[in-house]
């Protein structure tokens, strides 16, 4: 069990800043613009000795429930429930504001503990607001400089009493793909506005990211662990909800560069990607340049189709959706089509069982003896064309690598091999081996010459 630490305060106290360097990573998106955390993240930290979850939370601001900044108030409220020990920031440059008095005063009357940080503290310039700081009633502040790392180990000795009950923890060991304990991570990536928050909720079954009207609301991609109950087995699962990837032209604010980029790590991480699509306006440039990163990554794709309560002739849709599928991306044949309302959840239950099935698949081995008894009938059925009036020879295939399946053939004059010819092998592998809609890797290489010494000695 790891204990959880919330980092609260009113925006742009530099929450991330500590969050990140508790980590050890640059996780959480940091700007100068307040405002940039907007939902909760977690992360494991460790500080000295003591191992335990980091919860970023959005900026406390005063504003209704119904508004985005109540929205995001109420996230906050939870992490300070799910805390054994909250660290209240306050800006020690900038000094002692009416808001942090207002939220001091909410956090006394919580049952929670909490842990008074005077941030930006470094040099003489954060002096004022740090003695200031003493009339919040929340007992002596510590000096920090997250930025700097100035006074971390006047954190720690403030932590240890509150989770020195879950002691050091342990390392975590690698394991197996298919390993029960091993989380799967899956990206949830689409255009803004697509309901990749809200397919998240209705996954989980509860309103764990923010959602609204509002496009671009999510902006770092925020992880998820959940555990999925399959039919043959129950699932760890870590979501990933992730930043709305607008076209690159239209990307010009630096904190919307930092979200795609961050958009884009998730999909490197992950190993299933589910490109969420608008079924109002499906398959647009943007889109198939989603799905083309993803498999040009080399991770499992699956599709998902939201709002499919707005469209009214389902059955003629959903056959145009799927030949328009195999057209503009027929380096995914058979990728697995999902059509869903995460707003009312109807047909999102069959959206995980296709992620399962498609990481079976991209996990997937295939014995070399059956390898190269297929790559034998491959080219009795279609030689490879000659070059130059030479034969090009296929000799043996072995598979060195899944995640993708990746293989390698020994092949004479390899850098000549037609891509069409390359094509029809990868699609034969897919239809023999039953692989279907995973990338697929196949590199050529020709073996050496043992003549080649002796002719350059002539």
């Known amino acids: 069990m790891s204990a959880k630490v919330a980092l609260i305060g009113r925006?742009?106290?530099?929450?991330?800043?500590?969050?990140?360097?508790?980590?050890?990573?640059r996780i959480a998106l940091?700007?100068?613009?307040?405002?940039?955390?907007?939902?909760r993240r977690e992360g494991e930290a460790k500080l000295g000795d003591l191992n335990f979850t980091v919860i970023d939370t959005a900026g406390l601001e005063e504003a209704p429930d119904a508004a985005l900044e109540g929205r995001m108030r109420k996230q906050t409220d939870i992490a300070i429930e799910q805390a054994v020990v909250c660290i209240f920031m306050v800006d020690a440059r900038a000094g002692v504001t009416p808001l942090d008095k207002a939220f001091a005063k909410i956090l006394r009357a919580t049952d929670r503990p909490v842990i008074l940080v005077a941030n930006k503290a470094e040099g003489g310039a954060?002096?004022?607001?740090?003695?200031?700081?003493?009339?919040?009633?929340?007992?002596?502040?510590?000096?920090?400089?997250?930025?700097?790392?100035?006074?971390?180990?006047?954190l720690y000795n403030a932590l240890e009493p509150h989770l020195q009950v879950f002691g050091a923890g342990e390392d975590e060991e690698t394991i197996a793909w298919d390993d029960p304990l091993k989380p799967l991570r899956v990206a949830i990536v689409g255009r803004p506005n697509a309901g990749k928050s809200t397919l998240v909720n209705q996954l989980i079954g509860e309103n764990r990211l923010l959602t609204g009207p509002e496009a671009g609301i999510t902006r770092d991609a925020i992880s998820v662990e959940w555990n999925w109950e399959g039919k043959e087995r129950n699932w760890p699962v870590k979501l990933f909800d992730t930043a709305g990837l607008r076209k690159k032209a239209k990307v010009q604010a630096k904190l919307e560069k930092l979200s795609v980029a961050d958009a884009l790590r998730a999909v490197q991480f992950a190993e299933v990607v589910v490109l969420l699509l608008d079924a109002q306006s499906p398959f647009d440039k943007q889109d198939l340049q989603i799905a083309d990163l993803a498999l040009r990554e080399g991770r499992a794709l699956v599709i998902g189709v939201n709002k499919w309560d707005a469209i009214e002739d389902r059955d003629q849709f959903a056959k145009d959706l799927r030949e328009q599928a195999s057209r503009l991306l027929p380096q995914a044949p058979d990728v697995p089509m999902i059509m869903f309302s995460a707003r009312t959840g109807a047909g999102v239950h069959r959206l995980m069982p296709a992620v399962t099935q498609i990481y079976v698949d991209w996990n997937a081995r295939v014995k070399t003896p059956d390898l190269n008894e297929w790559l034998q009938e491959a080219v009795a059925r279609h030689a490879p064309p000659a070059v130059s009036g030479q034969r090009i020879k296929l000799r043996y295939i072995a598979q060195t690598k899944t995640r993708p399946p990746t293989f390698v053939a020994q092949c004479t004059r390899a850098d000549q091999l037609p891509e069409s010819y390359r094509r029809y092998l990868i699609n034969g592998i897919r239809m023999a081996f039953d692989i279907k809609a995973v990338p697929i890797r196949l590199h050529l290489k020709q073996p050496a010459n043992p003549y080649a010494d002796k002719k350059a000695k002539r």
Request: glycine share 20%; charged share 25%; hydrophobic share 30%.
């Open 11 to 25: 925006p742009n106290v530099g929450k991330s800043t500590l969050f990140n360097r508790l980590v050890g990573k």
């Open 30 to 39: 940091v700007d100068d613009t307040p405002g940039v955390t907007r939902d």
């Open 126 to 154: 954060g002096d004022g607001g740090y003695y200031e700081s003493f009339g919040l009633g929340l007992g002596d502040p510590i000096a920090l400089s997250a930025e700097h790392g100035e006074g971390i180990s006047d």
